[in-house]
Each structure stands twice: as structure tokens, then as C-alpha cells.
């Protein structure tokens, strides 16, 4: 079984921001996959299958920074280790339409990431990434990630969104290394988010 969780904060108010497109993504894999997402504790979750395969879902656990101890609480309820865990969330060093999938790594200034790297102690988990592009020079990184996707932006966003459900079917089904092959970037935007993923100053 895979457990996969959506960052994002809960609030309508939030719903539609670029730091929510993980839990947008995770309810968007709920629906194709109809597994009906309820409140169970701090968090919308539920189990189901994806073909063969067990996964159970999470999103809008709660705000970013106390997302660990939720993420904690339910691999231990499902008796799952770290390395059954996904983690899908927005990424500033990808530029909107770009997915990255990863099997470990350090927070790359994303607090939500960091507060299940201490929860758990350790980053033997699976991420996936989905671009949200870099603030205007001069912007505030957490502000900007608290914006919503411009209108040009909408329609790429509503396909990428997309593009990572079918990921994540192929990384439950087909595990993650045939779904790194298929999805991840090559080439300068992988190499920048590398370097980004090793810490950074950014905090979101």
C-alpha cells in the first residue's frame, strides 16, 4: 500500500493558491480513482485501489507547518513505513506545467515538506513535485505561494494537474522508477531544482 498525501492548507480561501496544488492533485486523483475523500482526524482521507493496488489518500491535512505529526499518525495507523509514503506538493524552482518525481531529498525550503522531515526523521520518502514557477524579483516567496494561478496560467495548471494523477497511477502501479522515467524533467530545470532541493533560504 501507498500512502499518498496532498500539502496544502484548508480554507476555501486557500483552495485555488499555488501552495494547495498538491491536495488539488490528490482530489482530483480521488475522484478518477472514486475513492470518496471524508474527514477522518485532521485530515480528508480515505482507502481504495488503483487497479491492483492498495493506496489510501490524504489532503488539507492541516496548515503547512504541523503537517508532519498528521503524516506520522496515519502511516502508524496504517502500519506503513516512511518509504510507502508520498508526498505530492508545489515546487518553485519548476515552472508551471513541470512535474518532478523524487525518492528522497531535503525540504528545498518547502515548510510543509520540512515539518514531515521531522516528524518522520528521515527523507527516504517519495515526492512529487508540481511547478508553480518564482515570484517577480522583489516578491515575497510565501506571499507568492499564497496567490492563485494567473487566468493565462488556468488551463495549464488544469493539465498538469492531470498529467500528475497519471503519475502517481503509474508510480502505485507500476512503482517509481518506471514513473521517473516517464514524467520527470531533464535537462537545466532538473539541474536547478537539484541545487534548490539541498536546503535554499526559501521558506514556504
Known sequence: MRLIVGLGNPGERYALTRHNI??????????????????????????????????????????????GLVVKGLLEELTLAPHDLVVVHDDLDLPPGRLRIKRSGGSGGHNGVLSVLTALETNQFCRLKIGVGRPTPGQDSAEYVLTPFSPEERALVNSTVEQAVLALECLVVEGAAAAMNRFNVRGQEQEMEDEGDQGGQKQF
Open 22 to 67: 498538491g491536495a488539488r492533485v490528490v482530489e482530483a486523483a480521488a475522484s478518477r480513482w472514486a475513492i470518496a475523500l471524508g474527514p477522518s482526524g485532521a485530515a480528508a482521507y480515505r482507502r481504495g485501489r488503483v487497479g491492483s493496488a492498495e493506496v489510501a489518500l490524504a489532503s488539507r491535512l492541516t496548515w503547512m507547518n504541523q503537517t
